[in-house]
T-cell receptor, first 116, second 112 residues
Framework: DTEVTQTPKHLVMGMTNKKSLKCEQH?????MYWYKQKAKKPPELMFV???????INESVPSRFSPECPNSSLLNLHLHALQPEDSALYLC???????????????FGPGTRLLVL | KNQVEQSPQSLIILEGKNCTLQ??????????LRWYKQDTGRGPVSLTI?????NTKSNGRYTATLDADTKQSSLHITASQLSDSASYIC???????????FGTGTRLQVFP
C-alpha cells in the first residue's frame, strides 16, 4: 500500500470557523509533511514531523496548527483563516528524514480549501 | 541560492508526439533529482529519481536524464497520450536535508 489519503477532498469555511484536515498513511513512514500549494505554483513546505515530533515549522502563522497523534496520522487544525489561505493543502510522507534526502516523498491527493 | 528552474512554462503537443522538458538547478550539495507528475487538483506522483551517479532513468514512456556537471536534467515523453496532460515538476534534494526544492513546473497539454 503506497497510498497517502487525505480528507476532506474539498472544504469551504468562513474566517471564523474552526476546521481540521486529516492525513493518513499505512506505509510505516515516520516522516510526514504538510505543504500548501497555490494555483500554478509549486508546493511550499509548511511543517515536517519526524517520529511524531515537530521537526520543521517554516514560519507558518499560528492560525495553522499541526498535530501528529500517532505515526500514521497527521492533522492540520485551521482557525481564523484568511481568504488568501485558500489553496490546495498536500500531505506527504517518507520513510524517514534521516537519510540525507534520499527518500521519496509520497503525496496525498490534497484538500482543496476555500476560505470565504 | 538553491534554485530549480524549468522550461518551457507550458507546452502544447498533439497526441502521439514526443516532447522534452528541461530542468536546470543550482542546488548544492546535490543529493538527488526527481520528476513528479501532478494532475490538476491532485497531489504530485513520483516518476523518476536519480542520484549523482545516474545519468538516465526510465519509467515506461518517461525517460529522465541527468548531467550533474552542467546541473541539467530533462524529461522525455515518448508517444504522448491525452492522460499525459499535467504539470511536470522537477524537484531537487540537498544532501543531508529533507527539504525538497521544487521547480515551478511545466504545464503540458496533449490534444487529440
Amino acid at each position: 500500500d503506497t497510498e497517502v489519503t487525505q480528507t476532506p477532498k474539498h472544504l469551504v469555511m468562513g474566517m471564523t470557523n474552526k476546521k481540521s484536515l486529516k492525513c493518513e498513511q499505512h506505509m510505516g513512514h515516520r516522516a510526514m509533511y504538510w505543504y500548501k500549494q497555490k494555483a500554478k505554483k509549486p508546493p511550499e513546505l509548511m511543517f515536517v514531523y519526524s517520529y511524531e515530533k515537530l521537526s520543521i515549522n517554516e514560519s507558518v502563522p499560528s492560525r495553522f496548527s499541526p498535530e501528529c497523534p500517532n505515526s500514521s496520522l497527521l492533522n492540520l487544525h485551521l482557525h481564523a483563516l484568511q481568504p488568501e489561505d485558500s489553496a490546495l493543502y498536500l500531505c506527504a510522507s517518507s520513510h524517514s528524514i534521516w537519510t540525507g534526502g534520499q527518500e521519496t516523498q509520497y503525496f496525498g491527493p490534497g484538500t482543496r480549501l476555500l476560505v470565504l | 541560492k538553491n534554485q530549480v528552474e524549468q522550461s518551457p512554462q507550458s507546452l502544447i503537443i498533439l497526441e502521439g508526439k514526443n516532447c522534452t522538458l528541461q530542468c536546470n538547478y543550482t542546488v548544492s550539495p546535490f543529493s538527488n533529482l526527481r520528476w513528479y507528475k501532478q494532475d490538476t487538483g491532485r497531489g504530485p506522483v513520483s516518476l523518476t529519481i536519480m542520484t549523482f551517479s545516474e545519468n538516465t532513468k526510465s519509467n515506461g514512456r518517461y525517460t529522465a536524464t541527468l548531467d550533474a556537471d552542467t546541473k541539467q536534467s530533462s524529461l522525455h515523453i515518448t508517444a504522448s497520450q491525452l492522460s499525459d496532460s499535467a504539470s511536470y515538476i522537477c524537484v531537487v534534494s540537498r544532501y543531508n536535508t529533507d527539504k525538497l526544492i521544487f521547480g515551478t513546473g511545466t504545464r503540458l497539454q496533449v490534444f487529440p
